[in-house]
């Protein structure tokens, strides 16, 4: 099946600053890869996807970027912001019967 | 719109007992998926119905079952429950089955705590 490593697990940035996170997957056969924000007492909220068709994809702040050849995908939110801080998960799936498989989650601090 | 809602919030059970949670997915949604979080384990696929069929079904043990009604909502059972159950359990829906990758939109989960 799927495995999904995720990078770093917690990553302190100053406000304003840009933060990266950066994902590896297994399955060469994975062409979804959503990312999630959780906050604290909530269920993960989808910030953004890319498909496998595609190398790059932003909305605003985020932008995610994917490298099939090398299967890693990355996360990069731009001019950060307090409301930034959570815990991120990549995820990735071929659409198979495994669902989604996610990495350990990253601990997003913005210090004021 | 309204989200996904899971009831309930927060479940106290002890070894032993069996619990059902409930989940009603995003109105139009026809697939819901079920996900364990733990913070050994992370983010963990059960199962995911569609038209209130199993479509797939990931690694846990036959304790672990669920249900889809015709309306969508769904629920999932876990009998003889262990303190390895403790556990944050999501529910996510989708517009169609999860294997063509469609989003999906997750609840707040029901809080299982096993004593």
């Known amino acids: 099946g799927e495995n999904v490593e995720q990078h770093p697990s917690t990553l302190s940035v100053q406000e304003g600053d840009s933060a990266v996170i950066k994902c590896t997957y297994s399955d060469s056969a994975s062409n979804y890869f959503p990312w999630y924000k959780q906050e604290l007492g909530k269920g993960p909220q989808l910030i953004i996807d890319?498909?496998?068709?595609?190398g790059e994809k932003k909305d605003q702040r985020i932008a995610v970027t994917l490298n099939k050849t090398a299967k890693h995908f990355s996360l990069h939110i731009t001019e950060t912001q307090p409301e930034d801080s959570a815990v991120y998960f990549c995820a990735a799936t071929g659409g198979g019967a495994d669902g989604l498989t996610f990495g350990k989650g990253t601990h997003l601090i913005i210090q004021p | 719109k309204a989200g996904v809602t899971q009831t309930p919030r927060y479940l106290i059970k002890t070894r032993g007992q069996q619990v059902t949670l409930s989940c009603s997915p995003i109105?139009?949604?026809?697939?819901v998926s079920w996900y364990q979080q733990t913070p050994g384990q992370g983010l963990q696929f059960l199962f995911e119905y569609f038209s209130e069929t199993q479509r797939n079904k990931g690694n846990f043990p036959g304790r672990f079952s669920g249900r889809q009604f015709s309306n969508s909502r769904s629920e999932m059972n876990v009998s003889t429950l262990e303190l390895g159950d403790s556990a944050l359990y999501l529910c996510?829906?989708?517009?169609?089955?999860?294997?063509?990758?469609?989003?999906?939109?997750f609840g707040s989960g029901t809080q299982l705590s096993v004593l």
């Open positions: 890319i498909r496998s068709n595609v």
């Open positions: 109105s139009g949604h026809r697939s």
């Open positions: 996510a829906s989708s517009l169609l089955t999860a294997a063509t990758n469609e989003k999906l939109f």
